[in-house]
């Protein structure tokens, strides 16, 4: 604390009073202090105001006041820490039970976080404690305050009471006041007629739509609705990481999930069987997005995944998904044949279904024929004909072909190849001329010719039509914000590469900021392994063929596998050790 900023208990900041402490810490020049004389009673908080001066940091040149810099000089003048309010990391039910939404408005304090012992408080106003004593006294905790950006306090005020408001308006319809075991397995009973509430509800609807914009505001890859014995838990993925962000009483858990359902046009009585649909929606900058829906019945009701895709992601660059360089010349190599089968493989969620996409809008000229069949369609794209696997009506990826080369095709793109009849009528596709593009699950590259010839496919054929096969997984990315490069002692370094390369002396480590949630990394971006067959390579597919002698020759051939082509954007600073050895197989090479 250094007392910088001289004004009396109970005052709220105003902008020259704050400016008056920047000039004294050697923060803020003379002149600009002049300019800023009689700027009080502004609409506007004070930091907010300051904040979008951009003045010159004079202690820091080339820097200016932002936000950033205004709440660390005031945190460290008041001896009151500074905190980015996640609210991944609010537990959002339970800070807006400790204070009301009028308090916390009138005050303008937002409860961050709360245990047996203590209530964190986050306020813009440090000289301001009068409210501290009546709050304590209240929810019979120590009150520890920090400081925080007031436009966060305001938005999150409003959405967080919002949130609980309807969560709370909805718990009521049901008159159930307690989360009584009303829906879990051992007692599926309607007991005394209290049931979920109506999907309609406007509670509900209000629920629904704050988890679709909170799931597009945080990048979420899915939203989880996992029915629990007394609550739901509502889960997103980011970045490829699970972070639970509520719990739902179990009957307004419920009702969501049949609140989706009804979006997604599937039928909400039903509720024994999986049920799968899709919903078309807008984010909150207006661009369109498509959520594809999938339901599960378990043991304490139905359980709710949505998967978010994003139309953007079509007009993606290689280059932007990760594949560059040789690997990058090597598949558009494969993909500019013309004809044959071209794989991509790898787990789910590991961005084949992107890769396959970008491939195709590339391909999609006005001069060629495109046709998919798909389980489901993922994404709806106006330049192809797409179609989807109907299992109800004997329509699988085998009829699906056999129907689509006779729509004069140029490319076909085949879901997924799950069985010898599927893959016997890619290859009759290829050896007719057509370019198939398809997905298998295997490890690796080399492994996928040896489960295509094990489902029963001859050599002969494989040599005469398989073009290529690219593998693929998905890695986080540092964050180019906070990410910083230091000499390290680098632990897995020799079993990510085996001797192929050397340690490196400093590589690029993550910190944490505000901008990836203290998590030091921001999106993700694939690593690939591509796999061309030339004459070396298809003199090793023979009957009974190994898949280690299909690698060597691969490797042979400029294959870089998959681990490799990890360390690679190691060195490059793009990711971690530990990032590529979560994901990609163990090989030898």
Same mark, same amino acid.
Request: net charge negative.
């Given at each position: 604390m250094t007392g910088f900023i001289t004004l009396p208990p109970e005052s709220k900041l105003d902008v020259f009073s704050l400016a008056e402490g920047l000039t004294r810490a050697g923060r803020l020049s003379a002149k600009h202090l002049a300019h800023l004389r009689g700027r009080v009673g502004l609409a506007l908080h004070p930091l907010v105001w300051l904040a979008e001066q951009k003045l010159?940091?004079?202690?820091?040149?080339?820097? #200016?006041?932002?936000?950033?810099?205004?709440?660390?000089?005031?945190? $460290?003048?008041?001896?009151?820490?500074?905190?980015?309010?996640?609210?991944?990391?609010?537990?959002?039910?339970?800070?807006?039970e400790v204070m009301s939404e009028a308090f916390a408005k009138r005050h303008q304090i937002l409860a961050v976080a709360v245990d047996a012992d203590?209530?964190?408080?986050?306020?813009?106003?440090?000289?301001?404690?009068?409210?501290?004593?009546?709050?304590?006294?209240?929810?019979?905790?120590?009150i520890r305050r920090v400081l925080a950006d007031p436009r966060e306090i305001h938005r999150l005020t409003a959405e967080f009471y919002s949130m609980a408001g309807s969560v709370r308006g909805a718990r009521g319809i049901t008159g159930l006041e307690s989360d009584g075991d009303v829906t879990n397995l051992e007692a599926m009973l309607d007991i005394g007629g209290k049931g979920e509430p109506d999907a309609n509800d406007q509670h509900i609807v209000s629920v629904v739509d704050w988890l679709l914009q909170y799931a597009f505001?945080?990048?979420?890859?899915?939203?989880?609705?996992?029915?629990?014995?007394?609550?739901?838990?509502?889960?997103?993925?980011?970045?490829?990481?699970?972070?639970?962000?509520? $719990?739902?009483?179990?009957?307004?858990?419920?009702?969501?999930?049949?609140?989706?359902?009804?979006?997604?046009?599937?039928?909400v009585a039903e509720k024994r069987r999986p049920q799968d649909g899709r919903i078309k929606t807008r984010t909150p900058d207006r661009s369109e997005v498509e959520l594809r829906l999938s339901t599960l019945p378990t043991a304490f009701g139905e359980k709710l995944v949505m998967r978010i895709f994003d139309p953007d992601v079509l007009l993606k660059s290689f280059s932007a998904l990760g594949l560059c360089d040789s690997d990058l010349a090597r598949w558009e190599h494969m993909i500019s044949t013309g004809t044959g089968i071209v794989l991509v493989t790898g787990p789910t969620g590991s961005g084949k279904t992107t890769t396959?996409?970008?491939?195709?809008?590339?391909?999609a000229v006005p001069e060629v024929?495109?046709?998919?069949?798909?389980?489901?369609?993922?994404? #709806?794209?106006?330049?192809?004909?797409?179609?989807?696997?109907?299992?109800?009506?004997?329509?699988?990826?085998?009829?699906?072909?056999?129907?689509?080369?006779? %729509?004069?095709?140029?490319?076909?793109?085949?879901?997924?190849?799950?069985?010898?009849e599927t893959a016997h009528m890619a290859v009759q596709a290829a050896l007719t001329g057509h370019?198939?593009?398809?997905?298998?699950?295997?490890?690796?590259?080399?492994?996928?010719?040896?489960?295509?010839?094990?489902?029963?496919?001859?050599?002969?054929?494989?040599?005469?039509?398989?073009?290529?096969?690219?593998? %693929?997984?998905? #890695?986080?990315?540092?964050?180019?914000?906070?990410k910083q490069e230091q000499p390290v002692e680098i632990e897995g370094w020799k079993e990510l590469v085996a001797d192929a390369l050397p340690a490196p002396e400093r590589l690029f480590r993550p910190t944490g900021c505000k901008?990836?949630?203290?998590?030091?990394?921001?999106?993700?971006?694939?690593?690939?392994? #591509?796999?061309?067959?030339?004459?070396?390579?298809?003199?090793?597919?023979?009957?009974?063929?190994?898949?280690?002698?299909?690698r060597h020759a691969a490797i042979k051939g400029g294959m870089v596998p998959l681990r490799l082509a990890g360390a690679q954007k190691v060195l490059r600073g793009e990711t971690t050790v530990e990032e590529v050895l979560r994901v990609a197989p163990a090989v030898e090479f």
């Open positions: 010159p940091d004079v202690a820091n040149p080339g820097q #200016v006041l932002d936000m950033d810099a205004l709440l660390e000089f005031v945190g $460290e003048d008041t001896g009151q820490e500074v905190v980015e309010i996640d609210p991944l990391k609010v537990d959002v039910a339970a800070v807006s203590e209530l964190v408080v986050a306020s813009a106003e440090p000289f301001v404690q009068a409210w501290e004593r009546d709050l304590e006294h209240v929810v019979r905790r120590s505001e945080q990048r979420a890859s899915d939203i989880h609705i996992e029915p629990r014995r007394a609550v739901s838990n509502v889960r997103l993925r980011i970045d490829g990481v699970l972070h639970k962000v509520y $719990e739902l009483p179990a009957a307004v858990g419920a009702a969501v999930t049949s609140r989706f359902k009804i979006l997604a046009r599937l039928d396959l996409y970008s491939t195709l809008r590339r391909l024929n495109v046709c998919t069949i798909e389980d489901p369609i993922e994404m #709806v794209e106006p330049t192809f004909n797409q179609m989807q696997v109907n299992h109800q009506i004997d329509l699988d990826f085998a009829s699906g072909v056999r129907a689509l080369m006779r %729509q004069d095709p140029d490319i076909i793109m085949v879901g997924e190849i799950r069985d010898l370019l198939v593009l398809t997905t298998l699950h295997t490890n690796d590259s080399p492994g996928a010719i040896s489960r295509l010839n094990e489902l029963g496919v001859p050599a002969f054929l494989l040599r005469a039509t398989v073009r290529g096969v690219m593998s %693929q997984r998905l #890695v986080r990315k540092l964050c180019a914000h906070c901008r990836c949630r203290d998590t030091g990394y921001f999106g993700r971006e694939g690593i690939y392994e #591509v796999l061309v067959s030339d004459d070396e390579l298809q003199s090793r597919i023979t009957e009974g063929h190994s898949t280690a002698e299909i």
